[in-house]
């Protein structure tokens, strides 16, 4: 199984380094993680068929609408995880279609119960309700509601940005990266640029980010070097684009997607369809 960093958990990309920083020991409670494979690969054929697309449809509406962390405590939203799994599991059973989520949670809950002192538990928003499940009342404390701090408001957006959608409003999006002046809001901005039809202007940001500091959060090189290549290409200037492209394989970790996004840039120069 390849590293944490290939596993595409965003948030362990944060909370890692705030962990080290913190002095907070964090220990992998999911000895079967890689079973989830397994889960993903089912998800992606289930959602090539009409049926499949249908049972998936309702959960994408829920979980795909804002959401504060009081909102998981709450019934609710637990209730209808729970109802979402309840039906997954009656057509397809509990196996590798769920990824032996239910297994594996409880083996996860035999663990907290059996150590000593306080924790706090990182969890993928599915496997959140078959945990409680398992976990007794008493020794779990639920997310409480609270002011947003700035960093969340921040993370709020850098995460709207990623998920970029028709719908937003693009302008109010790129003022609000633009106060922000962090790296990863800087490579977002010029991803609303391209998404906006204005090629010239995602190159002048990321021409601008390549000649900072853009080592966190450690997704960011690879997609930052592999995106100034395509940009590179569109604008004519192939050999920027073979040295980003030749940049981010010599990365000692980049993600799978911005390596493939060079090694296609290597073999052709980058054009929109």
Known sequence: MG???DQHDVPLFHVLPWAERAKVPVEA???QAHLKVQAEQFREALG???KGQQILEGLRELLCRPHTPADFAQAPLIEALQAYHREYERFFGEGPATGFRQRRMQQVAERLRASRGRWAVLVNLLDFPLLLESLPEGIRQLPQDHPPTE???QRSILD???RLHEADDWAVL???LKEMESPEALYCAAQIYLAAGQPEDAFALLEELIHSNFQYPEYLPGYTLARYGQLADLLGQR???L???RAVLGLSWAPQEAREMALAGQRTPFRLD
């Open 160 to 162: 709207r940005a990623w």
């Open 3 to 5: 590293s944490w960093r």
């Open 29 to 31: 409670l999911d000895a």
């Open 243 to 245: 040295r980003a492209y």
């Open 239 to 241: 050999e920027k684009a």
């Open 174 to 176: 790129l003022q609000q």
């Open 48 to 50: 090539q068929y009409p």
């Open 151 to 153: 960093l969340e408001r």
